[in-house]
């Protein structure tokens, strides 16, 4: 039985990052949509699509790589667990790696970047770090 999805996406793209792979199949659900599409606007995947099986769908990532195949991400990390949610506002959001990484927030409003989150006045519970 599976406890925490969110950790379990984020596991599967560090493990096919480090065989170097195009792409990572995940089970669909809104929050990992959220998080692929934010990933997408931030430029650390090329894309993602919907995979209609049965009896789950599956979203599969298309993930960036540099010109001479070094991985465009190098570090994720779960930060908000099911044993300790974290939250925060927006004035409390710090840019990780001097604006080089991403904090991926829930927030009212749908999944969002801590850019975004700044930008609209948001909080929510934060997801993880991308950098």
Request: charged share 30%; with cysteine; hydrophobic share 35%.
């Amino acid at each position: 039985m599976m406890t925490d999805p969110i950790a379990d996406m984020l596991t599967r793209i560090r493990n096919v990052l480090r065989v170097e792979r195009p792409y990572v199949d995940l089970t669909v659900s809104k929050v990992k949509k959220g998080v692929a599409d934010v990933l997408k606007r931030e430029g650390f995947i090329w894309g993602y699509t919907e995979i209609e099986e049965q009896p789950a769908g599956q979203l599969r990532l298309e993930l960036k790589y540099g010109p001479s195949g070094e991985q465009v991400i190098r570090h994720l990390k779960r930060v908000s667990k099911p044993g300790r949610r974290v939250y925060s506002s927006a004035k409390d959001l710090r840019p990780v790696l001097n604006g080089q990484g991403i904090t991926i927030l829930s927030t009212s409003r749908g999944v969002v970047s801590d850019r975004e989150a700044r930008q609209q006045n948001l909080g929510g519970e934060v997801i993880c770090e991308v950098w």
